[in-house]
T-cell receptor
């Protein structure tokens, strides 16, 4: 069974500073990896996804993530954080299977990002 | 176009009551998922439909939870005899079809059992 670990529960950064949110996954085969953002009272919005190919993926809002198979990691980065980036961020792993869970997502517990002005 | 919608957005139920939560997926999306998100946690998978077929219900926590999607579009998650531990946000997501397609999430229904 797949699992996701987000070791940082809370992170505080200053506006304009760089950001890296950590994500480690456990899955026996090549995973499908996702980063979602959730603002209060809102649903989850997809930031980016990795299926195969280039291990550095670009997403919306200036975010990027790098898949490192040797480290089982998929860390999210942004070079300069904006106050509007304050939210909760979830890393998730999915499978390629149509059957069974049909590519259900397994989420980490999330990282709450606070941005200081 | 419209995204995934869920109703009601908030539901307060007394312990022991039955509740029904509705999900309207994006039109034409074949796959539909329900997740449960407890306070301070990430969403956890409950069940999955492909069209009207419920292909996986392994995440449903007890037989008090029941989901259906009779015409392959709107889905309803029903919880019978609600308990306090059922308090959570219930998220619905739909996906065009393939595992590589994005899952689009609705805003969720916040259920509070008193």
């Amino acid at each position: 069974a797949q699992s996701v670990t987000q070791p940082d529960i809370h992170i505080t950064v200053s506006e304009g500073a760089s950001l890296e949110l950590r994500c480690n996954y456990s899955y026996g085969a090549t995973p499908y990896l996702f980063w979602y953002v959730q603002s209060p009272g809102q649903g989850l919005q997809l930031l980016l996804k990795y299926f195969s190919g280039d291990t550095l993926v670009q997403g919306i809002k200036g975010f990027e993530a790098e898949f490192k198979r040797s480290q089982s990691s998929f860390n999210l980065r942004k070079p300069s954080v904006h106050w509007s980036d304050a939210a909760e961020y979830f890393c998730a792993v999915g499978t390629a299977s149509f059957t069974g869970g049909g590519n259900k997502l397994t989420f980490g517990t999330g990282t709450q990002l606070k941005v200081e002005l | 176009g419209a995204g995934v919608s869920q109703s009601p957005r908030y539901k307060v139920a007394k312990r022991g009551q039955d509740v029904a939560l509705r999900c309207d997926p994006i039109s034409g999306h074949v796959s539909l998922f329900w997740y449960q998100q407890a306070l301070g946690q990430g969403p956890e998978f409950l069940t999955y439909f492909q069209n009207e077929a419920q292909l996986d219900k392994s995440g449903l926590p007890s037989d008090r939870f029941f989901a259906e999607r009779p015409e392959g579009s709107v889905s309803t998650l029903k919880i019978q005899r609600t308990q306090q531990e059922d308090s959570a946000v219930y998220l619905c997501a739909s996906r065009r079809q393939a595992p590589k397609d994005e899952q689009y999430f609705g805003p969720g229904t916040r259920l509070t059992v008193t």
